[in-house]
């Protein structure tokens, strides 16, 4: 019997899910535990498997539909089933049972740690599965081009095309450095072999054949984590009145702090530390002696937390998100090196789980690895703050009357000005300079 597939409820405040992608295709057999789509919440990418094995039969919505939790997106069932008789009947989930079926955060840890979990089977899309066992190769090995690693149906034709074929190791160096497909070039070589003179003429004749075609634009559909994205902080942006302090920090102390600490942190914990650690824990000690900044408006209520989380903004593919730090007042500088390379790392490679971005009481944004020297960040709600950070470079700078070069480095505070006053906000970004400046105290 044909069964549905319905947006999941994944948090409380979840009330909708944007279909990124369809990863199976109509008529294609699904085992139980096979990714079938995924879907983009309010704060992550996920997504939805197969709970028992089956064709699917049909899908009710396109990728980029933005779909109410708990509302039916396709039929799974035996081939060729009709599905008229359920598509007749009333909504298969009952008030009750969506109720019920809300995730507890600790739930969806859960449920994104088992998505994440690469030991129990291989990861792969049931194209690829295909293709895989009708051609015998084991995909054990594979690492796949999908999301979080999925072995996808054009990694196994890769794979078919680059052993069927011969071509030498400097031909084959020259296509994938210069991105070129080699499957369709016939070799000048000892039996067919691809060599370099047919790489380089075939993509000669490649992109002069192209010349007529060029394309003078490209258009994406604004849906998903992009959408999302921008939902948010045209929200933060028209509903905060931001006001934005700066202030130039002299970084030379730190930079000698750094140098001392590098290879006392690399021996504890294998890595090395950076000023983005030295900054989240002078943040965190700044915010202790304001805790008038470490706060939030929910509704009509300013919250005050006692808990320091500093939420990062991290930079993955087509998007941002802002991974949290806890409880980093409590950290030394090991710890906080530690935690923050663990959680940058998952981000970049989509492994964060929904509890992973709960719960900032503060946010910092650091463009420091760029040319640049300042910016006004938008404040990342329900905070009622963010530090923005500039790079560091050496400048000619007064000093007891001398000029003599300095380290030095812009900061940018900007406030939500219904909840935090200016000079309140001033008080802080002036000891959080104080505490860059003389970064000993951290060591109290």
């Known amino acids: 019997m044909a069964t549905e597939v319905v947006m999941p409820k994944l948090g409380a405040t979840m009330e909708e899910g944007t279909i990124v992608s369809w990863l199976v295709q109509i008529g294609e057999t699904v085992e139980e535990g096979d990714p079938i789509a995924e879907i983009q919440t309010d704060k992550i990418v996920l997504e939805i498997e197969a709970e028992t094995t089956g064709v699917l039969l049909k899908t009710l919505y396109d990728a980029g539909a933005v779909v109410k939790v708990h509302e039916n997106i396709a039929y799974l069932g035996e081939e060729n089933e009709s599905v008229e008789d359920l598509e007749k009947q009333s909504p298969s989930v009952s008030l009750q049972s969506a109720e019920e079926q809300i995730a507890t955060p600790a739930e969806e840890s859960a449920i994104q740690t088992r998505q994440l979990a690469s030991g129990y089977k291989i990861r792969r899309t049931p194209a690829a599965r295909k293709l895989a066992k009708d051609t015998q190769i084991d995909l054990r090995n594979f690492t796949g081009s999908g999301p979080l690693g999925r072995i996808q149906k054009i990694d196994v034709e890769k794979y078919l095309a680059e052993h069927s074929q011969k071509i030498t190791p400097l031909a084959k160096k020259i296509a994938e450095d210069q991105e070129i497909d080699y499957r369709g070039i016939t070799g000048s070589g000892t039996r067919g072999k691809i060599v370099k003179d047919d790489i380089i003429t075939g993509s000669a004749s490649e992109n002069n054949g192209n010349q007529a075609n060029v394309q003078d634009e490209r258009r994406v559909p ?20 931001h006001v934005t302090l700066l202030s130039e920090i002299d970084m030379t102390k730190c930079v000698s702090l750094r140098k001392d600490l590098l290879p006392v942190i690399e021996k504890a914990e294998g890595l090395r530390i950076s000023f983005n650690e030295i900054l989240i824990k002078a943040t965190a000690f700044a915010l202790k002696l304001h805790p008038g900044m470490n706060i939030s408006l929910e509704g009509n209520e300013i919250v005050y937390h006692f808990n320091i989380n500093i939420g990062l903004a991290v930079a993955v593919p087509d998007g941002l998100v802002v991974p949290v ?72 700078v007064s000093v007891n009357g001398e000029v003599v070069v300095r380290s030095m480095m812009n900061l940018s505070l900007s406030f939500d000005h219904r909840i935090i006053d200016g000079a309140p906000a001033a008080a802080f970004l002036t000891d959080l300079k104080d505490t860059l400046e003389n970064p000993l105290k951290l060591m109290i």
Request: charged letters at 25%.
């Open 222 to 241: 604004f849906i998903g984590m992009r959408k999302v994205i921008a939902d948010r902080i045209s929200s933060s942006a028209y509903t905060a009145p």
């Open 325 to 396: 730090l806890k409880d980093v007042e409590q950290k030394g500088l090991a710890t906080i090196t530690r935690e923050a390379k663990m959680i940058g790392k998952q981000a970049r490679e989509g492994k964060l789980s929904p509890d992973d971005m709960r719960e900032s009481t503060f946010t910092i944004s650091n463009l420091g690895m760029y040319a640049v020297d300042g910016f006004t960040p938008i404040i990342n709600t329900p905070n009622a703050a963010i530090l923005g950070v500039g790079r560091i470079q050496e400048k000619p």
